[in-house]
């Protein structure tokens, strides 16, 4: 494995975003879902879809797509309107389009280290560039009727789409700090895990994001206690496993330090990581005992399960997890 793309690959938002869209068309039953990323000057952007029937539809009623957008970005208020009916967007407006039910929903960029990022990169956006696109959901059965149910689980979705925007730019930052200095690598060469610094900084993103959100983290440490020194394949063999063990986009494995794995697993209760920490120690432990060189090898672990809050300090959190194993070393 090399490079940055395999640590985040499956969080570039182009890969990530039609997955969302093709769950809320299936969902509600609608005829047409796309995301537009606005541009600054409100012009219409880029559209991402499902297929390329929502973009050729665009391109052959530019005029009216853009006008719609520029229309929509007047009516959203930040932090005030969470989704826009066909109704509220066209109220008060000389012109009223093809009769159908729709629902528009703000994408909106929630850390504030993200906004600043998209400042640097989308000069002129409204909103204190905020506002980072548009989700769009037709039903050309214009007598239909939202209910609350489905409005709120659209929202849902939205959140995590959100979080694949916001960790794309983390991924894109991360690409160009590793395409401006070659000495500082974010993945392990022997594992395939991130390092330590890579660890560091993404533990450093999610704990901001499950501290506003709310949401349990899950810090998963295993330590190899022998007296030999693990070869380069085994660790490989070892790393392996971690990578195939978690499998959600957000999950985190890393090679820590000398002999120390760390699993981080975001919007993960102690139930879910020590599930996780079972699978991945039983198959561990086969590696190991299957090699004669490292019977002797005792496999060490620690879990931790806590919902962030803004006032702590990660790091205290991660010294108490090693502090806990520190008596087997």
Request: aromatic share 10%; glycine share 6%.
């Amino acid at each position: 494995m090399g490079g940055i793309q395999s640590l985040f690959v499956s969080l570039d938002y182009h890969a990530t975003i039609p997955i969302f869209l093709a769950k809320i068309k299936e969902e509600l039953g609608v005829d047409q879902v796309f995301v537009e990323k606005i541009k600054g000057d409100e012009n219409q952007g880029e559209i991402i879809e499902i297929s390329g029937e929502t973009r050729g539809n665009i391109d052959s009623h530019r005029g009216a797509y853009e006008s719609i957008t520029s229309l929509v970005n007047r009516k959203i208020e930040r932090g005030k309107r969470g989704y826009l009916t066909h109704e509220e967007i066209y109220e008060g407006e000389d012109t009223y389009p093809i009769n159908r039910a729709e629902l528009v929903f703000p994408i909106l960029l929630q850390t504030p280290e993200v906004v600043a990022l998209n400042q640097e990169t989308e000069k002129g956006d409204k909103l204190e560039n905020q506002l980072w696109g548009l989700l769009y959901i037709y039903d050309y059965d214009y007598q239909r009727k939202w209910r609350q149910e489905e409005i709120k689980r659209v929202e849902e979705i939205v959140q995590y789409i959100v979080l694949a925007v916001e960790r794309s730019f983390v991924y894109e930052r991360l690409k160009m700090l590793e395409d401006s200095c070659q000495s500082y690598s974010l993945l392990d060469e022997v594992t395939g895990l991130a390092n330590y610094n890579a660890f560091m900084d993404c533990i450093d993103y999610e704990w901001r994001r499950l501290a506003r959100e709310k949401q349990p983290l899950s810090l998963i440490l295993i330590v190899i206690n022998g007296e030999k020194t693990i070869d380069d394949a085994t660790l490989a063999l070892l790393g392996n496993i971690i990578l195939e063990e978690t499998k959600r986009p957000a999950d985190l494995g890393a090679y820590y330090k000398k002999n120390k794995f760390m699993v981080m697993l975001p919007n993960t209760d102690e139930g879910g990581a020590i599930c996780v920490k079972n699978n991945i120690a039983r198959r561990m432990e086969s590696i190991l005992k299957s090699n004669e060189n490292y019977v002797d090898c005792v496999l060490c672990w620690s879990v931790v399960s806590v919902i962030p809050r803004h006032r702590e300090d990660y790091n205290k959190i991660i010294e108490k997890l090693e502090d806990t194993l520190r008596v087997f070393q």
